[in-house]
Each structure stands twice: as structure tokens, then as C-alpha cells.
């Protein structure tokens, strides 16, 4: 099975910082990676496909990029309302494989 | 979109259910659909995706011989049959639209208890 590994596991910030949350994966998955954000309470919402694509409706301070092994979410000018967790999708083998997730504060 | 989970509840060790969710606003069997769980308290894990057409079927290995997914296409559901429950099954399980995961269902929690 492939495993995913996020870092950091949690972080604090400041709001109108830049946040970069970083996933490595144990063996190339090309670009088959997805990111979710999930508030707290919330269902999961799915923020970057195919590893750098931003999900329709979501807000352009996000970003993803990476291929291979490594990948990375970037939030620019962090705002209140991106207090959540988000994960790390890769679908590139069976099993799908999340990372363990990133809780992000302010 | 919407998706709506049903089924979820308490049972006991060794016990079955069967979950079910109803699609609508979108051609339900265009679509794979995927089941990914989530415990109290925990992140994410993955159980299974099934093909519009129902076939194929892909399976986590924590699951796999234990629960089958299945669809109905033309009443737009997916169901989700679990059987020899353990208690590490309780979790929300959310229902999700295609591969990629784009549309989550509000999910439905499942406590394996005695």
C-alpha cells in the first residue's frame, strides 16, 4: 500500500500569513493526489484535484502543487475561515490512501 | 447535487448493516461512487468505490471480505453492506460522489457496541 505522510500534523498561524502543508507519498504516484478541507463539524470539501487543479467555487488563496512523491498545499493570506483540518488523497493505486491530516489554527 | 445517507445505528460485534444512500441532481449511473469513513475523533480512511455500471469494485483491505459495496441505478442508490462488525468499524460513513470525490454526503455514524 502506498502511504501518505503529512506535514505539519498541526500548526498555528496568523491571519494574512502563507501556510504550506506538504504530503509525501512512499512511491510515485504521478499527479493522483487530492486535497480536502474539512471545518470543524463540517463535511470534508475537496479543494485541488490532480494535485495542483482548484476545485470550481474555492477560493484562489489556494493552491497545490507536486508530483512524484511530493506535494504541497499552499494558503495564501490565511483567513479566519480556513481554520480546519485538510488531507491528502492519493489515488493513483488501490488502496486509496489519505494522510494522517493537518489541523490548521489561528 | 445531494447525497443521502440512511442506515447508520448501533449494533453489536459481529453484527450486520447496511447502509444506503440516494443520489440526486446529477446522472447518478454516469457516476462511481465512493464510501470513506471516518472515526471519532480521527481522519479519514478510504473503504471502497464502486463503478457506474457496478462493476469493478475496489475494496481497503481493513474491509475487504467483510463489506460490499453494490448500486441500484435506477433508483439512484448505493448501498454499503458490512458484516462481521468490529468495533473498530465505528465511524461516520460518508457516501461520495465520483472518483475524484467531488460531492460529500452529510455521512451517517455506525457504533459497534455491546
Known amino acids: 500500500d502506498i502511504q501518505m505522510t503529512q506535514s505539519p500534523s498541526s500548526m498555528s498561524a496568523s491571519v494574512g500569513d502563507r501556510v504550506t502543508i506538504t504530503c509525501r507519498a512512499s512511491?510515485?504516484?504521478?499527479?493522483?493526489l487530492a486535497w480536502f478541507q474539512q471545518k470543524p463539524g463540517k463535511v470534508p470539501n475537496r479543494l485541488i484535484y490532480a494535485a495542483s487543479r482548484l476545485q470550481s467555487g474555492v477560493p484562489s488563496r489556494f493552491s497545490g502543487s507536486g508530483s512524484g512523491t511530493e506535494f504541497t498545499l499552499t494558503i495564501n493570506n490565511l483567513q479566519p475561515d480556513d481554520v480546519a483540518t485538510y488531507y491528502c488523497l492519493q489515488r493513483k493505486t488501490y488502496p486509496w490512501t489519505f494522510g494522517q491530516g493537518t489541523k490548521v489554527e489561528i | 447535487v445531494q447525497l443521502l445517507e440512511f442506515g447508520g445505528g448501533l449494533v453489536q460485534p459481529g453484527g450486520s448493516l447496511r447502509l444506503s444512500c440516494e443520489g440526486s441532481g446529477f446522472m447518478f449511473s454516469n457516476y462511481a461512487m465512493t464510501w470513506v469513513r471516518q472515526a471519532p475523533g480521527k481522519g479519514l480512511e478510504w473503504v471502497a468505490v464502486i463503478s457506474g455500471s457496478g462493476d469493478p469494485k475496489y475494496y481497503a483491505d481493513s474491509v475487504k471480505g467483510r463489506f460490499t459495496v453494490s448500486r441500484d441505478n435506477p433508483i439512484n442508490k448505493v448501498y454499503l453492506q458490512m458484516n462481521s462488525l468490529r468495533a473498530e468499524d465505528t465511524a461516520v460513513y460518508y457516501c461520495v460522489k465520483d472518483w475524484g470525490l467531488d460531492f460529500w454526503g452529510l455521512g451517517t455514524l455506525v457504533t459497534v457496541s455491546s
Open positions: 512511491q510515485g504516484i504521478s499527479d493522483s
